[in-house]
């Protein structure tokens, strides 16, 4: 038995979705989004669609889109239009899964809906459209999900290179008759990073990754700390000198990571040691979602 691992990565100019072979960096496919700025991506291989966010043309236009089509680029849809969203980014779901999940930076919220973009509700408001959208320490931009502990993780990441992010958790579903801008579940994990961006959990291996495009010298880097019921300890930086670091991608034995960033890299990273391989340079590069094939 073969095993294939495919990347799949959103560019911005032109905005594409581009599958690619890790072994070699080749590219295998592109899907043309033809507008906007795509940010997150995501794939269910379980019923072969492959789900993106675009944040738009403009924030002061609230045009954002949550779109979908199957990996081939046919049956192309817009989930989630009309208003609905601002600026949506990361972008994840489960295998399965009932629901997708994002975070909406301009909109200062967090999201779902069910996969025909039905139902969309607002999980957490951090701030009022756009009465307070100069303010970024309310922008939600990763977010990542751990069903079997019930909770969803995001970060805010503050003003550009400006030492404000925090990673925070709180329940997957929004407790009943609680007002999305006064949960009182939240937990903040972790407070003073340059800029975290895409995150990944892994609660099998007690482990939460992050992006983060902040400033030098632990911005722009790849980071990981422990993380269980008390919170995340021992962070570290694997990573540095990523050029505006953005997409995340971790394989399920938690070994290998693939990251992207805005200087158009993707690179591979082994996790224990930190070392790096770059696989390909192409345009700027947001999300990141990896599927693993066997023949």
Known sequence: MTRNIVLHSLEIEPARITALSVQDGCPLSHIDIGWGCPDGVWIDPTEGRIYWTNMGANPSDADGTIESARLDGSDHKVLVANGLVVTPKQLTSTPGGEHLYWCDREGMRIMRCRRDGSDVEVLLQTGTYPEHVKDATRHCVGITLDTSNGHLYWSQKGPPKGGRGRIFRMSLDLPAGTDPADRHDIELLADHLPEPIDLHVSPALGKLWWTDRGAAPDGNSLNV???????????QVILRDLDEAIGLAVDAEGTLAFV??????????????????LITKQAPTTGLCLVVQED
Request: glycine share 14%; no cysteine.
């Open 260 to 277: 992207s960033d805005l200087g158009g890299s993707i690179r591979e990273v082994i996790l224990e040691t930190g070392q790096a391989r």
């Open 225 to 235: 700390a422990r993380v269980d019921e008390h919170g995340l300890h021992d962070q």
